[in-house]
Structures are given as C-alpha cells and as structure tokens.
C-alpha cells in the first residue's frame, strides 16, 4: 500500500500541477474562476490517469475500459467537490482564487485517492 501512496502522491502532484498552472493561466486572462478551474481540470485528466493506471495502481486486475470510466467518476465527483469548495470560498472569503484553489486541490485529493485505490483500480 505504501507504493501506492507514493505513486498516487507522485502523479497526483504533477496532475494537480498542470491543472493549477493551466487554471491559473486561464484565469490570468480573463477566464472566470469557474471556467478556469474547468479548463485546468480536462488537461490534467489524462495526465492523472495515464499515470495512475501505469504507476500508482500498476498491480490492478481491473481492465482498461472498467477502470477507465470507474476513474472517470472518481475524477468527476473530485470536481464537483473541487468546484463547489472552489465557489463558496470564493463567495464567503476575501482570500484570492490562486490560494483557495491550491487548499481545495489538496482537500479533494485525499478522497479521490481512497475511491482509485479500493474502487476505481480495485484489487482482486
């Protein structure tokens, strides 16, 4: 389990990475945060899971289509979530959209890592 821990963490950073970057160039002009966060999310989607299905949960049984679409909505309820913190800190805090989408991308990771692991890349 620890190997996947660390591969979780070593590709989620370089997926969150890009989608930080990417949302924060978007932002930068002139995209609304929420548009933003969008954006930043589609690009680094196949970077999460190319690398999860390669790293992170190489020792999966389950096939590439299963897994795919099982991840797909792990990575679509992380949004949801990401996007719904996203709005109320935004709404409810003076603090500025790049601080709040670092903390709510680490947030949401810890959840997305629990549903990949014993869900969406599941163990026979």
Known sequence: M???????????????AVHYVVALLAHAGDWQPAD????GFLCAFP???IGHRRWS????QA???????????VALLGFLGNQGLLWLALT?????FWFVLGMVMVIIAVST????RFWA????
Request: without cysteine.
């Open 92 to 96: 409810y805090t003076p603090l500025p």
């Open 2 to 16: 620890r190997a996947s821990v660390l591969g979780f963490v070593s590709v989620g950073a370089l997926a969150a």
């Open 36 to 39: 933003a966060n969008w954006i």
């Open 63 to 73: 096939s590439h289509m299963t897994a795919f679409f099982k991840f797909l909505a």
């Open 113 to 116: 890592w629990l549903l990949s």
């Open 57 to 60: 949960f190489r020792g999966t």
């Open 47 to 49: 970077v999460s899971y």
């Open 121 to 124: 890349f599941q163990y026979s």
